[in-house]
């Protein structure tokens, strides 16, 4: 392999893709109007306090904690009540949501066994899911900051500062997850097409090998997309005051996420590409892949509501490592609680980008 | 020095139970231009091919430069290749194709003297899309010439040009000619092997059917040549009279000659019987009659 191949197959794609207007657009300048977009829609207003009644059954000190946590995020107008009947109480007062922290919720934490909360609700689904989303968050980083530690020694109250009440923040892993998507679609058009237009039969002619045009379109790939994020980013800060991490280490942990997102992503364009012969299967394959990672990896609905085996199939899904990846260095500060993600984000990219480059073929 | 660059001896291709090449053998010698003549599916490409190590044969031996297209990668170093339908990385100009052709193969070239050589240089900075079909092909021969090859492939260079484009790529390849550099072309245009060939070999249905300089093959398969007299049906009647046998094709009266003096016979003749007639003319066989013949067979 050879880096100045690999150079000039950036110098010559980058300049033929910013002839190609579209592709821009598509990469670069769409995903920047969608945080503008959310910005002004969502972005300079908090999330309107949702009523949250909290009924405790334990009596522990972790649950006081939980619900001291959940409160500072600012999300929420929380009152500690019992409530006896759930579902009457919802019926008469469907703006509430109730939560319910089981009697061994301190107890299961010192045991280090299973902890879990219900969520109930009685509005619009979509409204709720967001703020079961929220609290689902908060609840996941709040028991992930025990993890691997001795009880007596770590435990801490854990910095939710950060929770921003500020619904711009939640858009921005999924739009940095819509600039990866890019990268895997122009994958997915470019292997067909180069294949029949028997474009690749000349790259081998010239001494281009696989894995150095594969190399080369990734590189590519991931300093557009680079772009992109960073104004998405800078976009959020300035002009919505996004309230993300941007400490040393939470900047390497995204470049670190999105380096193998893009990876991982165009590597499985490379791959569908290879089973596409035509535009049309194209397209259909391309859907394929597309839709059930639009919805069953978190990105626009929440899944904390779906059916276990919607939860089951979303752990399959490179995306929602990505975006939940994401969140945790981006949002939450909770980079320990972040590792195995990025973990397997890293294992299953270089595996994937292994197979495309040994399973693409240049010649018809 | 290699005095035969290019050795082909009973080359066999085969997809599945269809053989598209059948046990052929050919050699190019040094700056010749040896062209591959035949109709659509006669197997041209797939020996092009072979020979250019894209694809693998079934049988036989194949020698370019002293080494197996198949194996030896070194080639593409020392061969020229411009593929039938030319098509690049369509927003790309031909200046920063012509940069990443040098890069890979670490040549320094000015991209703009090249594109001269195939008078291309106004259209340096268009990219590819914008091309006209005969620019594209003058870009696929600039690209083929970037490591000064010994050899080169052209498959049909002018398919689907138009005339003035054609015969400018006609005259580049005059021009790779006389450098000395051996061409393999394959076409299925017979003023085109006429006009560059050293030598041509016929093929059908995968095989040879027959090979030689065009000269060659000319008169080896030369028929009569043929008298075109044109006229109205008094013409055909007088033709009649004197015994004379004809075919009437699109207004001519059509005959074999043994010599071309029995043509200014036959004219005098039906001169002196006051028969009018509007024009005339002699047509020998070329290339063009020859494969046809030769296909047909």
Known sequence: MKLKNIAAYFVLHAKAYIRTRSGVFFQILFPVILIIMFGFLFGSSSVTPQNLIIVNHDNGQFSTQFITALSETGTFKIKVENISNIRQFLDQNPNYMIMVIPSNFTANILNKSKVTIQVYSNSNPQVSSEYAGIINTVFQAYINSF???????????????????????????????????????????????????????????????????????????????????????????????????????????????????????????????????NEETVSIVGNLILFPMMFLS??????????????????????????????????????EGSLYMIAILAVSSIALFALSSKLLKFES | MNEQPVIVKNLVKKYGDYVAVNGISFEIKKGQVFSLLGPNGAGKTTTVEILEGLRKRDGGEVEVLGMDPEVSKEIYNKIGILPQDFTFVQNSTPKEAIEFYCKLFGRK?????????????????????????????????????????????????????????????????????????????????????????????????????????????????????????????????????????????????????????????????????????????IRRENLEDIFLKVTEE
């Open chain 1, 147 to 277: 993890n691997g530690k001795g009880l007596s020694s770590s435990l801490q109250v854990y910095d939710y500062s950060g929770v921003s009440s500020r619904t711009i923040n939640y858009y921005i892993p999924g739009l940095i997850g819509f600039t990866i998507i890019s990268s895997m679609f122009s994958m997915l058009y470019q292997v067909p097409n180069y294949r029949r237009e028997k474009i690749f039969r000349q790259f081998k002619i010239a001494g281009l090998s696989k894995s150095e045009w594969i190399i080369g379109s990734s590189l590519f790939n991931l300093t557009f997309n680079l772009i992109a994020d960073a104004l998405i980013i800078i976009i959020a800060y300035i002009l919505f005051g996004a309230v993300l991490y941007y400490n040393p280490l939470n900047v390497l942990m995204m470049l670190i996420i999105i380096v193998s997102g893009n990876l991982m992503f165009i590597a499985l364009g490379a791959l569908a590409g290879m089973v596409s012969d």
């Open chain 1, 298 to 335: 978190g990105v626009f609905f929440p899944l904390q509501f779906a059916p276990g085996y919607v939860k089951i199939i979303s752990d399959f899904l490179p995306l929602t490592y990505f975006i939940n990846a994401l969140n945790y260095v981006l949002i939450y500060n909770n980079i």
């Open chain 2, 109 to 281: 070239l000015d991209p703009l003297e090249l594109l001269k050589t195939v008078e291309l240089e106004d259209r340096a900075n268009v990219p590819f899309s914008k091309l006209s079909g005969g620019q594209k092909q003058k870009l696929g021969l600039a690209l083929s010439l970037i490591n000064d090859p010994e050899v080169l492939f052209l498959d049909e260079p002018t398919a689907g040009l138009d005339p003035k484009s054609r015969r400018n790529i006609w005259q580049i390849i005059e021009n790779l000619k006389k450098e000395d550099r051996s061409i393999l072309l394959t076409s299925h245009y017979l003023e085109e092997a006429e006009l560059l060939a050293d030598n041509v070999a016929i093929m059908n249905r995968g095989k040879i059917v027959d090979i030689g300089s065009p000269k060659e093959l000319i008169l080896r398969h030369r028929g009569k040549d043929l008298l075109y007299i044109k006229g109205g049906k008094f013409l055909g009647e007088a033709l009649e009279n004197l015994g004379i046998q004809f075919k009437n094709e699109d207004g001519y009266f059509i005959l074999g000659l043994n010599d071309s003096k029995e043509a200014i016979e036959i004219l005098k003749r039906i001169d002196e019987m006051g028969i009018p007639f509007d024009d005339f003319m």
